[in-house]
């Protein structure tokens, strides 16, 4: 038996190379191994304010990026939290063993209660609870995510210890599998790159766009002209080489960046190529999928179908172990 594997993602109608490279190509080199299940969670979206016309826009938008971005839908599980009624089922129950104040200490809790001060709303707070029950719905072992996600999953642990103790073993406690790199940052080289500060370059940026976002991005701030030397260790550039550029090329662009033979602008445009070269497939997959909103929402609905053959079958379970089965 494989092990199962389970992540999701906002749909925001955007996937950035921070999403790609935190999470996403680590659910694609997963499928081989393991027995996966991705979801788009629309229903953790709907707790910062949103438009309602749009979702359903971006909820395909969001399923085309993750199918050119190699999440085969013949593969793997692919479909949308909320057409599988059984994670806001599970949440409930899940809720009432996990203590308020736990959820009070979570750190992107206490940042979202700061940048919505006007929506501080429950599901702001129970967000790891859902979290929680989209990973135990299906007994998942392995959770490819960024960093940023990492406490969500110790809480998702602690829930399951807690559950297990009370009604007895029930689900196993999951794992977390950080992807190749946990926290990219944006290009103002300071924050997390996240599609709500507009800091991103995205996984299907044309050609020029990415140019027009790389030109204006911060590199290291102490070096003011081209003729003085830089500091690579500082440079958020630098380290965007490193994900997307030969190891040659990150030895040269780091050397001339020293000795100031390379200018900024020369290694963004190094860069910039790279980084076409591996985003160019995918959005070109992602163009293919255009036009064809029907296949991919028959896609989605079967993937539900899929999901909640397991999540029916967990229901079940936990519904006679906390005794409303009668
Ligand atoms: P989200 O768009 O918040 O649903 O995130 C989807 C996945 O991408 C999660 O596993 C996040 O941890 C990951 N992620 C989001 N932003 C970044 C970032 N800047 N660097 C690395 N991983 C990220
Ligand atoms: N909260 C995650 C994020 O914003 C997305 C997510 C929802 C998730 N449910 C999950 C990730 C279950 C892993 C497992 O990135």
């Avoid at 976002?213 to 030397?229: E, F, G, Q, S, Y």
């Amino acid at each position: 038996m494989k092990k199962r594997v389970f992540s999701g993602i906002q749909p925001t109608g955007i996937i950035h190379i921070g999403n790609y490279l935190g999470a996403i190509k680590r659910w694609v080199d997963l499928i081989e191994e393991y027995d996966c299940i991705y979801s788009i969670v629309d229903y953790h979206a709907i707790t910062v304010s949103y438009d309602p016309k749009e979702l359903p826009i971006r909820i395909i938008e969001s399923a085309k990026i993750l199918m050119a971005a190699g999440v085969d839908p013949d593969r793997v599980i692919l479909f949308v939290q909320s057409s599988v009624s059984e994670h806001t089922e599970l949440e409930w129950i899940l809720n009432t063993i996990t203590p308020v104040g736990d959820l009070e200490r979570m750190t992107q809790y206490k940042d979202k209660r700061q940048q919505n001060v006007e929506n501080i709303n429950t599901g702001l707070l129970t967000y790891p609870v859902l979290m929680a029950s989209d990973i135990l719905l299906y007994k998942a072992e392995v959770i490819p995510v960024g960093e940023d996600q990492k406490q969500h999953l110790e809480l998702t642990r602690e829930i399951v210890r807690k559950f297990n103790r009370r009604f007895g073993n029930t689900f196993p406690e999951p794992q977390t599998l950080l992807g190749v790199a946990p926290r990219i940052k944006g290009l103002d080289g300071n924050a997390k790159m996240s599609k709500s500060l507009n800091n991103y370059i995205a996984l299907i940026e044309e050609k020029e766009d990415i140019w027009n976002k790389l030109r204006i991005a911060v590199t290291d701030p102490a070096r003011k002209r081209r003729n003085d030397p830089g500091n690579p260790e500082v440079c958020n550039i630098y380290s965007l080489h490193k994900y997307f550029s030969s190891e040659e090329e990150i030895e040269k662009v780091n050397k001339g960046c020293r000795n100031a033979e390379i200018g900024c602008v020369e290694c963004k445009k190094i860069l910039a190529e790279n980084m076409d070269r591996v985003i160019a497939p995918i959005r070109e997959k992602k163009k293919s999928f255009d036009g064809k909103e029907n296949l991919v929402r028959e896609i989605l609905y079967s993937g539900a179908e899929q999901a909640r053959k397991i999540a029916v079958q967990t229901m079940e379970e936990v519904r006679e172990k906390i005794g409303v089965k009668f």
